[in-house]
């Protein structure tokens, strides 16, 4: 009943959906005037993970240590991190050291940026793309510069067409629907009564007369007034949606707090996490059955971020369109993750934990048995928020946008290669994890310590799968 409501895609299908309103609730044909269904959640619900002994999940802030990175297996102390307190969860970002770029680079280094970034500008200066030699290419890494990370992430969502000459109408076509979305969707009680020659101010009602005097009554419409509980209502819906309103705005101020991309007062930032603000309000709006729930906004982030730099001034004014499209993709497939109400069906989070730890057992039964029978360390104390986050609260800005080049470069879908990152992180730790006991190892789970990323995605790649309960999304 609830995957009626929302449209999403059949995930034995494709990774992604295939259109924009796919995983929005009547995109293309809404119950009722505006799309407005009883809501399952209520607006701003917050992700919540099942804790032992009162042990929470809150990442404080962090300033950069300058520490050195830790490799891979080597099992060296992490640099000092602000501890979980208890009490409720809370998603706030950690900021992480800024690894990439601090050190001095390599002829070899930029030799080989040098081969990735032609290789990517050859393949998507085809006309017709080749999406398997694309997410190849993608799974090693993408450069950050000249915009074809935004455009990759674009062909590998699906946003774009493999086939260069539909490029331009698409793109027109999507952020066009967009720009209707948010005029239909995101407007005013008071721009709803101007369009419709309303005028609830009683100056402006006087427009032409010198005497102010009081609104007419037969100005106001008997269903549409700010009293009004009708849920057609204008007024109505603009109320119920202040609560998420307000719940977004909050979480976009401590969105990557370390970032000025998202955490400045200049104007350009406001404009920034004002755009991120409609995204996830209209998301919410247009999925009544889900809403807006915490940690949303650490997804849209790395997309509205990359989009948002592409040198293609063109691309980078629509960015916000853009990335709502996009982000409707990402989240289509691992949409069920944020709704309680299929927490234990098979696609809801507890699935997919059960999945991971199944993982963990087929590749290294010696850390799965001390994890899960020797400390009792199960995957929900520490792998909720890796999974429904897609690892966006675990590292480095940088280092999340290389492991989503990964996530989204791989032909299973993201929700395999995001199971087979979370197993490598744990098979990293397993010395440190085999020494420790339940609160050492959750400390070090719930704090993961900095990594080589490189390393960590090729013990990712290189892991077996397990046939037995583990499924690959097709």
């Not at 601090?102 to 793309?129: C, F, N, T």
């Not at 059955?289 to 915490?294: D, G, K, L, P, T």
Request: hydrophobic share 35%.
């Amino acid at each position: 009943m609830l995957k009626n409501k929302l449209k999403i895609p059949d995930k034995t299908r494709k990774p992604f959906p295939d259109r924009l309103g796919s995983l929005v609730a009547g995109f293309d044909g809404r119950d009722g005037e505006n799309g407005v269904s009883d809501a399952a959640l209520e607006f701003g619900e917050e992700l919540e993970t099942i804790q032992p002994n009162g042990f929470g999940s809150d990442r404080e802030f962090e300033e950069p240590d300058g520490g050195v990175e830790e490799e891979c297996a080597q099992g060296e102390d992490p640099t000092a991190r602000a501890g979980g307190g208890g009490g409720e969860p809370d998603f706030r970002a950690r900021q992480r050291p800024a690894r990439e770029g601090s050190g001095p680079v390599s002829v070899l280094e930029v030799i080989a940026a040098d081969e990735k970034r032609s290789d990517v500008e050859y393949e998507i200066s085809q006309e017709e793309i080749n999406l398997e030699k694309l997410q190849r290419i993608a799974s090693k890494g993408l450069p950050d510069k000249g915009g074809l990370r935004a455009t990759t992430w674009k062909l590998l969502l699906g946003y774009l067409p493999p086939s260069r000459n539909l490029w331009e109408k698409e793109l027109s076509e999507n952020r066009l629907k967009y720009a209707k979305l948010k005029a239909e969707l995101l407007i005013s009680p008071s721009e709803f009564a101007r369009r419709k020659n309303l005028d609830f101010s009683p100056c402006e009602s006087e427009a032409g007369s010198d005497v102010d005097g009081p609104l007419h009554r037969h100005q106001i419409s008997q269903e549409d007034h700010p009293l009004s509980l009708g849920k057609a209502s204008v007024w109505n819906q603009y109320f119920e949606n202040t609560e998420v309103a307000e719940q977004i705005d909050r979480d976009l101020q401590r969105t990557h707090p370390d970032m000025k991309f998202f955490s400045g007062e200049t104007a350009i930032s406001r404009r920034r996490r004002e755009a991120m603000r409609n995204i996830l309000l209209l998301f919410a709006k247009l999925n009544p059955a889900i809403r807006y729930v915490q940690g949303m906004n650490e997804v849209l982030a790395p997309i509205y971020y990359v989009f948002s730099t592409d040198p293609n001034e063109q691309n980078a004014a629509n960015a916000e369109a853009d990335s709502f499209s996009c982000f409707v993709r990402l989240l289509g497939d691992s949409v069920d993750h944020f709704c309680q109400q299929l927490d234990n069906s098979s696609v809801g989070i507890l699935s997919t934990l059960s999945r991971l730890s199944d993982l963990l057992k087929t590749n290294d039964e010696e850390l799965w048995r001390h994890l899960e029978f020797t400390t009792r360390v199960e995957p929900q104390f520490y792998a909720f928020r890796w999974i429904t986050l897609l690892l966006t609260q675990e590292f480095s800005f940088q280092s999340i946008l290389r492991i989503w080049d990964s996530l989204l470069g791989n032909p299973f879908g993201v929700q395999d290669m995001l199971l087979r990152v979370c197993c490598a992180m744990l098979l990293c730790m397993k010395s440190r994890l085999l020494s420790g006991d339940f609160i050492a190892n959750l400390k070090l789970l719930q704090h993961y310590p900095d990594i080589n990323i490189e390393h960590l995605l090729q013990v990712a790649m290189d892991l077996t799968p397990d046939t037995s309960s583990y499924r690959l999304s097709l």
